[in-house]
């Protein structure tokens, strides 16, 4: 029995860091998909989480796009919310309270249509100790000037991610968009700009159309594809990127279970995100947690980290 | 508001009501333990095994009986997912969460209401004219459907309250829509309504010039049902709300509709 005690049976760690960003697993939720965390308090216990990314906060309170936002397309869906959120005043004054207690990371993802108004949100959270990190959100499509601008060229990422490093003193992690050529290019602008680690896939550009109504389905013609359909897409990229940078990789897109995340953390992922997976099994992230510890016991994986990037 | 909770109801009946409705009843398990649920809240049910239905599909609550822990709901054939759910033999399980969204105002006793439904839009009606009737209002219920055969639950309704009927090709009832029903002509203390959009637009406009206060549930898309990914929000007095969260039931008054 003395060796069943020391076998990874009874002792996986699936405790992973990014960047002084200390989780006790790699399970985050996805900004956008997760509400403030406590739309989903009643389904499942939030400190199990690694952590979660709160809705993404801007400057001033945003309104978002005009009704319809959304539309189901075969495993995914598109969506074009367009940034709607109350601003970062009203998240530190009402929201930050009530979740800074909680045993788990909570992170806040930051948008921004100039870089001046990344950086004023920043400098407006740098002083809540309770948000040990944020993902700067350049890859936003459903809005104009809503990230995606920044995030689809090099000099781009680069500038907004340099401007954010002198105002956000712990872990910042830059949120990637795929609508781009290539990723690897992305990836080494932000890590050389000062980012302590990117995280990707944020949507992809798609469309969809009533051919009934002869209308779009989306308000703003186009919108954001998120869901299982993506994830091979994801995982190409989660590989790609985490083969030309060094800081930690976090990964994105469509992921619906923990084999799923396994893949994400084979193919060059430190952590995981799941997202619109949220939406159609509120419980799933700490299935996928237990999933996750299942697997490596069967691996005879004593550290989850080991299988990072294994691809 | 009560907790939201995730269960697997086991469907105990499924009646078809028409060719494009069916009534489905479902045991909820004993875990789910006493749950209030308030007219007009919905579930969202994940559809099994059909891989063209990605998101859960929000459908309203049409009646409970917390004693039993039986539950009822009316589909539509609106597509592949509400397809399958109608075609579902006794004894499936369906994954379900819920009670979610708020419920319809229930008035003081003695009250005057009149309970609007257009198509599946009656589902809420039927749990809202029990509590109404047990809160001391006999509510009056109209019926809307396109013809006769897809009037749904008229006796279960006449049973509660005085039933009235449009159709739209006056096989049942006064020809024509139900917005122009004559028992629109009176003032209620509450008008509740619930359909496709242009028919809870006349119902509204009818109540205001009647000096009856309305309410409305939507329909808006829907992708979580949770609060969390703000697709389904509707315009408002107070800015975009969730139709999952702090609707599907709003008073016309919030809303930024033209009366």
């Known amino acids: 029995m003395a060796n069943c005690q020391a076998s990874p ?58 009704y319809p936002r959304m539309a189901e397309t075969p495993s995914g869906m598109l969506n074009a919310v367009g940034l709607q959120n109350k601003g970062v005043d009203h998240f530190i004054s009402d929201i930050y309270p009530r979740l800074k207690g909680l045993d788990t990371n909570v992170l806040v993802n930051v948008s921004g249509a100039k870089i001046e108004d990344y950086v004023a949100v920043a400098e407006k959270l740098a002083p809540l100790e309770g948000i040990p990190a944020i993902e700067v959100n350049i890859s936003c499509p459903n809005v104009k000037q809503g990230g995606m601008a920044f995030g689809t060229t090099t000099d781009g990422a680069e500038a907004v991610t340099s401007a954010i490093r002198k105002a956000w003193p712990r872990t910042l992690i830059v949120k990637l968009s795929p609508n781009v050529t290539s990723i690897a290019d992305i990836a080494k602008a932000v890590e ?30 186009t919108g954001g594809l998120s869901g299982a359909a993506v994830r091979p897409v994801a995982v190409r990229m989660v590989w790609q990127a985490s083969k030309a940078v060094k800081i930690p990789v976090i990964g994105l897109g469509g992921i619906s279970s923990g084999r799923d995340a396994i893949e994400f953390m084979l193919a060059g ?43 | 508001m009560g907790k939201k909770q995730i269960f697997e109801a086991t469907i105990t009946a499924n009646r078809p009501l028409s060719e494009r409705y069916s009534m ?6 004993d875990t789910v333990g006493d749950i209030e649920v308030l007219p007009g809240q919905f579930v969202e049910i994940r559809v099994a095994d059909s891989p063209s239905t990605y998101l859960r599909r929000p459908i309203s609550i049409c009646d409970y009986d917390s004693e039993t822990r039986v539950m009822t709901l009316l589909i539509r054939r609106a597509g592949e997912g509400t397809d ?50 047990d809160n001391g209002v006999t509510p009056r219920f109209l019926l809307g459907a396109r013809t006769a055969s897809e009037i749904l639950l008229a006796e279960e309704f006449a049973a509660i309250g005085e039933v009235s009927v449009s159709t739209d090709d006056g096989s049942a009832g006064e020809k024509g829509y139900a917005a122009d029903n004559s028992a629109l002509d009176s003032r209620y203390d509450l008008v509740c309504t619930c359909g496709p959009k242009p028919m809870m637009v006349g119902i509204a406009r009818k109540a205001r010039r009647n000096g009856s206060p309305c309410e409305v549930s939507l329909e808006n898309l829907m992708a979580c049902g949770l609060g969390a990914c703000l697709c389904c929000v509707e315009p408002t007095l107070k800015g975009n709300l969730r139709a999952c969260v702090e609707g599907p039931v709003f008073n016309t008054e919030m809303l930024l509709w033209e009366l």
């Open chain 1, 9 to 66: 049976a009874n002792g996986v760690n699936l405790a992973v860091e990014i960047a002084g960003l200390k989780m006790k697993n790699p399970m985050l939720t996805a900004s956008g998909t997760f509400g403030f965390g406590e739309e989903f308090a009643d389904f499942i216990d939030l400190e199990k989480l690694g952590g979660f990314i709160v809705k993404g906060t801007t400057l001033e309170p945003r309104e978002g796009n005009p």
């Open chain 1, 192 to 221: 050389g700009a000062g980012a302590d680690s990117v995280s990707l896939i944020n949507t992809l550009m798609g469309m969809a159309v009533d051919v009934e109504r002869r209308r779009p389905c989306l308000s703003t013609v």
């Open chain 1, 269 to 311: 992922a430190r952590a995981v995100q799941i997202g619109t997976a949220n939406f159609i099994d509120p419980q799933v992230t700490v299935k996928a947690i237990d999933w996750m510890e299942e697997w490596c016991r069967r691996h005879g994986v004593a550290d989850i980290n080991e299988i990072v990037g294994e691809i």
């Open chain 2, 24 to 29: 489905l009843t479902l045991q909820l398990p």
């Open chain 2, 84 to 133: 399958h759910l109608c075609n579902l033999p006794c004894g499936s399980k369906l994954d379900t969460v819920g009670p979610l969204g708020n419920g319809f105002s229930i008035p003081a006793p003695g009250s005057t209401a009149l309970l609007a439904g257009g198509g599946i839009g009656v589902a809420p009606l039927m749990l809202l004219g029990k509590k109404m009737k």
